[in-house]
């Protein structure tokens, strides 16, 4: 990071050890980004940046794209396991002897998955997470290979999360910077992973907690980046790397907020210290399992700028409306329009002229309930920000001088 | 209307395709709910008959007539708030707004004075909080 004592743009400057300093010694001003909106508004960017010294944020909601590493400890004689099961939920292990990766949203074995239309999918990789971090014993299976170091073919175990090793949460894709809202133009109902939406554009579905989401408050990652310490499934966890369809090329507005989904983070933490209020597995209709997870993360407030980033209004963050009937299964880049997520969260959008009741997907009450907590930690001193070690991929931005 | 029974079969009409001419000569949505059917058993079958109201009692004739017992029940549906965790995909499912958002605090509210117990939250919910049971009607209503 610069040395403030250099030549700066801004009026104000802090540093992260400065900021860390505050915090150990329990000075340090937090807020959530709820809060921040408010003291923008009334004490203007530069006055928020001097008084504010870190804005938290949270959102917790359905994030595919989630799942674990988990060592199971050895068998006596030892295994190489190559098929492995949990509660009938295949997990992937081809990685070493008994390390495996189990996903999200893999189903159940004999799931009857989309035959019996639409499908329930009660039960997947999600779910063993969450059970898993509930304490609950679960069944595991392995086939293997005998080879001359391990000799073992198979093994049928009760395993606990306390008995494995080692048992990492690694989402390759969460915490999507904004998402679509989306409708269903086509004149039948149709189910997906925006939820359940009744023909001829009667609801509209979005998926964001607004301007309490993390990327949504740091648009162009100029704080959240690898190292950068977090709140994950209710216990600690990091920004690992940029996610999977990570796309800092997204259109954006003025505020440097993007209009479409953009920026997305892999994010990992000890799955032995979270909790399974944060970490739940859900069975989306007729589309499948998968994992809601609660996610926060602490945002410097270094300048006026990310002051401004972190003061940003559910009446400043737009989403386009996506059709979910036709167009989004076919690859069609198409939209029906913008709207802002004070829109959204009215109740009600207009469509092409036609008044469309809107539902969140996204729990609005746990991401506060994230922010609030993580401004807990912050303040009683137990959690101190992380700096980046490097950037995620971001985009040319500066705020217009005018404005 | 929608009304739901609970249907006893006598094993010997177990295996007759009931549910198929139901809906080919009554004309009535046959929603099953729940099922329990196996060969030379009795079976039972909760089930969700929809459609003009003289259909849906002529369709209940018919199954008298093949030994089919029938017992209005009346649905309940109850969240477990221990598991919801206020997402409110549920809110725009739900007819009557028995489920709704409220603002600004944006919790997910459920209802019962209001809920119809039509059952749509049940398999929309991520979490299965919603829940819906049966219990008998009383009975000068069974068979109504
Ligand atoms: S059962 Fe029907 S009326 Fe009752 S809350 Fe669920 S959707 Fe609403
Ligand atoms: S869909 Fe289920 S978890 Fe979500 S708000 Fe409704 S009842 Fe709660």
Same mark, same amino acid.
């Given at each position: 990071?610069?040395?403030?004592?250099?030549?700066?743009?801004?009026? $104000?400057?802090?540093?992260?050890?400065?900021?860390?300093?505050?915090?150990?010694?329990?000075?340090?001003?937090?807020?959530?980004?709820?809060?921040?909106?408010?003291?923008?508004?009334?004490?203007?960017?530069?006055?928020?940046?001097?008084?504010v010294?870190? $804005?938290?944020t949270?959102?917790?909601?359905?994030?595919c794209?989630?799942?674990?590493?988990?060592? +199971?400890?050895?068998?006596?004689p030892?295994?190489?396991?190559?098929k492995?099961?949990?509660?009938?939920?295949?997990?992937y292990?081809?990685?070493?002897?008994?390390?495996?990766?189990?996903?999200?949203t893999?189903?159940?074995?004999?799931?009857?998955?989309?035959?019996?239309?639409?499908?329930? +999918?009660?039960?997947?990789?999600?779910?063993?997470?969450?059970?898993?971090?509930?304490?609950k014993?679960?069944?595991?299976e392995?086939?293997?290979?005998?080879?001359?170091?391990?000799?073992?073919?198979?093994?049928?175990?009760?395993?606990?999360?306390?008995?494995?090793?080692?048992?990492?949460?690694?989402?390759?894709?969460?915490?999507?910077?904004?998402y679509?809202?989306? $409708?269903?133009?086509?004149d039948?109902?149709?189910?997906?992973?925006?939820?359940t939406?009744?023909?001829?554009?009667?609801?509209?579905?979005?998926?964001?907690?607004?301007?309490l989401?993390?990327?949504?408050?740091?648009p162009l990652?100029?704080?959240?980046?690898?190292?950068?310490?977090?709140?994950?499934?209710?216990?600690?966890?990091?920004?690992?790397?940029?996610?999977t369809?990570?796309?800092?090329?997204?259109? !954006?507005?003025?505020?440097?907020?993007?209009?479409?989904?953009?920026?997305?983070?892999? $994010?990992?933490?000890?799955?032995?210290?979270?909790?399974?209020?944060?970490?739940?597995?859900?069975?989306? !209709?007729?589309?499948?399992?998968?994992?809601?997870?609660?996610?926060?993360?602490?945002?410097p407030?270094?300048?006026?700028?990310?002051?401004?980033?972190?003061?940003?209004?559910?009446?400043?963050?737009?989403?386009?409306?996506?059709?979910?009937?036709h167009d989004?299964?076919?690859?069609?880049?198409?939209?029906?329009?913008?709207?802002?997520?004070?829109?959204?969260?009215?109740?009600?959008?207009?469509?092409?002229?036609?008044?469309?009741?809107?539902?969140?997907?996204?729990?609005?009450?746990?991401?506060?309930k994230?922010?609030?907590?993580?401004?807990?930690?912050?303040?009683?001193?137990? +959690?101190?920000?992380?700096?980046p070690v490097?950037?995620?991929?971001?985009?040319? +931005?500066?705020?217009?001088?005018?404005k | 209307?929608?009304?739901i029974?609970f249907?006893?079969?006598?094993?010997?009409?177990?295996?007759?395709?009931?549910?198929?001419?139901?809906?080919?000569?009554?004309?009535?949505?046959?929603?099953?709910?729940?099922? &329990?059917?196996?060969?030379?058993? &009795?079976?039972?079958?909760?089930?969700?008959?929809?459609?003009?109201?003289?259909?849906?009692? &002529?369709?209940?004739d018919?199954?008298?007539?093949?030994?089919? #017992?029938?017992?209005?029940?009346?649905?309940?549906?109850?969240? &477990?708030?221990?598991? %919801?965790? #206020?997402?409110?995909?549920?809110?725009?499912? %739900?007819?009557?707004?028995?489920?709704?958002? #409220?603002?600004?605090?944006?919790?997910v509210?459920?209802?019962?004075?209001?809920?119809?117990?039509?059952?749509?939250?049940?398999?929309? %919910?991520?979490?299965?909080?919603?829940?819906?049971?049966?219990?008998p009607?009383?009975?000068?209503?069974?068979?109504a």
């Amino acid at each position: 990071m610069s040395d403030p004592k250099q030549e700066s743009k801004f009026e $104000v400057n802090k540093t992260y050890a400065e900021i860390n300093a505050r915090i150990k010694a329990g000075e340090a001003v937090v807020v959530t980004a709820d809060e921040m909106t408010d003291i923008v508004r009334q004490e203007g960017p530069v006055e928020a940046a001097r008084r504010v010294d870190v $804005v938290t944020t949270g959102t917790f909601s359905t994030m595919c794209s989630s799942g674990v590493f988990l060592n +199971f400890g050895q068998t006596n004689p030892t295994i190489k396991a190559q098929k492995v099961w949990i509660n009938k939920v295949s997990a992937y292990a081809g990685i070493a002897a008994i390390d495996i990766y189990l996903g999200a949203t893999e189903p159940a074995e004999h799931d009857p998955l989309n035959q019996v239309y639409p499908g329930d +999918f009660r039960y997947g990789g999600g779910h063993v997470i969450e059970d898993l971090v509930a304490g609950k014993a679960v069944f595991l299976e392995a086939k293997a290979y005998p080879t001359d170091c391990y000799a073992n073919t198979k093994c049928k175990k009760e395993i606990t999360l306390a008995e494995m090793p080692y048992a990492l949460l690694c989402n390759p894709r969460n915490a999507y910077q904004n998402y679509n809202c989306a $409708v269903n133009l086509s004149d039948k109902i149709v189910y997906t992973y925006m939820g359940t939406l009744k023909p001829n554009c009667r609801n509209a579905n979005y998926c964001s907690a607004g301007q309490l989401s993390p990327l949504l408050n740091d648009p162009l990652y100029r704080t959240i980046g690898i190292g950068t310490r977090i709140f994950l499934g209710g216990g600690v966890g990091y920004v690992t790397f940029r996610g999977t369809q990570h796309n800092p090329g997204a259109p !954006r507005g003025d505020n440097g907020v993007p209009t479409r989904p953009a920026g997305t983070l892999m $994010v990992q933490g000890d799955l032995k210290k979270m909790s399974a209020d944060w970490l739940r597995g859900v069975s989306l !209709r007729g589309y499948g399992t998968s994992l809601a997870v609660g996610l926060g993360i602490p945002i410097p407030i270094l300048n006026e700028d990310m002051a401004r980033f972190t003061g940003v209004s559910d009446e400043e963050i737009f989403t386009h409306v996506v059709d979910y009937g036709h167009d989004y299964t076919n690859g069609i880049a198409r939209h029906y329009g913008k709207v802002s997520y004070a829109q959204l969260k009215s109740g009600e959008i207009e469509v092409a002229g036609q008044k469309v009741p809107t539902a969140p997907l996204s729990s609005l009450p746990g991401a506060r309930k994230i922010a609030e907590t993580l401004k807990g930690w912050i303040q009683s001193g137990k +959690f101190h920000l992380g700096e980046p070690v490097d950037n995620l991929p971001s985009a040319d +931005f500066s705020f217009n001088p005018e404005k | 209307m929608t009304k739901i029974y609970f249907l006893r079969y006598p094993k010997e009409t177990s295996s007759q395709p009931v549910i198929y001419h139901l809906i080919q000569r009554y004309e009535v949505e046959f929603n099953i709910l729940k099922a &329990d059917i196996r060969p030379q058993r &009795d079976g039972i079958m909760v089930v969700e008959l929809k459609g003009q109201k003289e259909k849906v009692t &002529d369709s209940l004739d018919y199954l008298k007539s093949l030994g089919v #017992q029938a017992e209005r029940l009346a649905g309940k549906v109850h969240r &477990d708030e221990n598991k %919801c965790y #206020q997402c409110g995909a549920c809110t725009g499912i %739900c007819p009557v707004a028995a489920l709704y958002i #409220q603002r600004p605090g944006m919790e997910v509210i459920f209802d019962p004075e209001k809920c119809t117990a039509c059952g749509l939250c049940v398999p929309v %919910c991520p979490v299965r909080s919603m829940e819906i049971s049966f219990d008998p009607m009383s009975d000068t209503t069974a068979l109504a």
